[in-house]
């Protein structure tokens, strides 16, 4: 059913109910009936009303009713309650009736129930004690409101703030190994300084994109992100005025969020250094990355043309990003070669699928 046969039904059953009020309202005009209009009102409550003797036994039953749960009036009155109660839940009952007996009223109770097809229903019940003229209690009024999509809003808000605390933690531990890290390996304070704000600025970016949204019509939706999101977020501060120093190719696949990270910091530290040696660091550099499904292994291909280093210095002492690259590809379980080829560098990495994501559409 669509959403807008859905708004439709809801609208019509709104004018239903405002017709069924309208009309209570005449009759209870003076000369008519008070009783008939209450009966209007119950029945054209959207919770469900119902009544039972102290025997549990059901003698009134409204529309709203009929809603929630699915029977009929014709169904359920003179049958016992619990016919709504699901078997492990069953001791309500009796704790309820007792203190319905005591002359007690029980406010608000979030419980299960059953309905006709056999499915459960989060309800809030309201019950108070029904008495004669005399005073004496002969029965029990219900009200049963279906809570069920706000239980299932406060789950889905309660898991989301789980994860973004799992996240925020993740975060803070990620970001005292980084610091350790570029501690060894930088002289001054201001170097330090400058090589954690480049990046925790690329772990920004790349967070942000997968961060749900707690507003408006997506509220609490996580949204999605994919390998050539997160690269063009990665690359966009490297972009030139003609918008070609850049260009992905290939299969693009969706990164799930606890593999964001990783992944941003790979592709930062590839970006800084294309930056400072390689192809983004002369004006006329250009970047090639091209991504390729290979059964159940994702390769990616980062091809540079341009740039001031031509061949690997096999002497060169293992610094910061070298120790942050080999930690990070135990994490994906991938693996990364590099050749240094006349027109520029070009870096093979390979992950498998599993490690990053699955499939998506471009």
């Not at 009102?41 to 009713?65: C, F, Q």
């Not at 992100?225 to 990665?234: D, E, H």
Request: glycine share 8%; net charge neutral.
């Amino acid at each position: 059913m669509t959403q807008t046969s859905n708004d439709s039904r809801k609208a019509e059953d709104a004018n239903n109910r405002l017709h069924d009020l309208q009309e209570a309202v005449k009759a209870a005009q003076p000369g008519h009936d008070a009783a008939a209009f209450l009966a209007a009102i119950i029945e054209s409550s959207d919770d469900a009303i119902i009544s039972k003797s102290l025997s549990g036994i059901i003698t009134t039953w409204n529309r709203g009713a009929e809603r929630v749960f699915g029977y009929l009036a014709e169904e359920v009155v003179g049958k016992p309650i619990t016919i709504l109660i699901p078997e492990d839940r069953l001791d309500e009952e009796p704790a309820i009736l007792a203190k319905i007996h005591a002359g007690q009223r029980v406010d608000h109770f979030e419980t299960i129930r059953r309905r006709k097809d056999g499915s459960p229903i989060d309800i809030s019940l309201t019950i108070s004690p029904i008495r004669d003229a005399s005073g004496k209690i002969i029965g029990a009024s219900k009200i049963a409101r279906d809570i069920s999509d706000r239980k299932r809003a406060a789950e889905h808000q309660d898991l989301l703030l789980r994860e973004m605390h799992h996240r925020v933690k993740n975060l803070f531990a990620i970001t005292g190994s980084l610091i350790t890290l570029a501690a060894r390996n930088t002289q001054t304070s201001e170097e330090l300084a400058g090589s954690m704000k480049d990046r925790l600025m690329a772990l920004s970016r790349a967070h942000e994109m997968t961060l749900p949204s707690f507003t408006g019509d997506d509220a609490f939706r996580e949204k999605s992100a994919t390998l050539f999101q997160l690269l063009s977020g990665i690359l966009a501060p490297y972009e030139g005025k003609e918008g070609d120093r850049w260009r992905l190719h290939g299969e693009d696949v969706h990164v799930t969020a606890d593999k964001v990270t990783n992944l941003a910091l790979l592709f930062h530290e590839f970006a800084t250094n294309a930056a400072k040696y390689g192809c983004l660091s002369v004006p006329e550099g250009r970047l090639e990355v091209t991504v390729t499904r290979r059964g159940e292994m994702l390769e990616l291909v980062w091809s540079e043309k341009g740039g001031r280093v031509s061949r690997r210095v096999e002497d060169q002492q293992p610094g910061f990003g070298t120790r942050l690259e080999r930690t990070i590809l135990q994490g994906l379980n991938g693996n990364l070669t590099r050749e240094w080829q006349p027109s520029g560098l070009s870096i093979r990495l390979n992950i498998p699928l599993q490690s990053v994501g699955k499939p998506g559409n471009r």
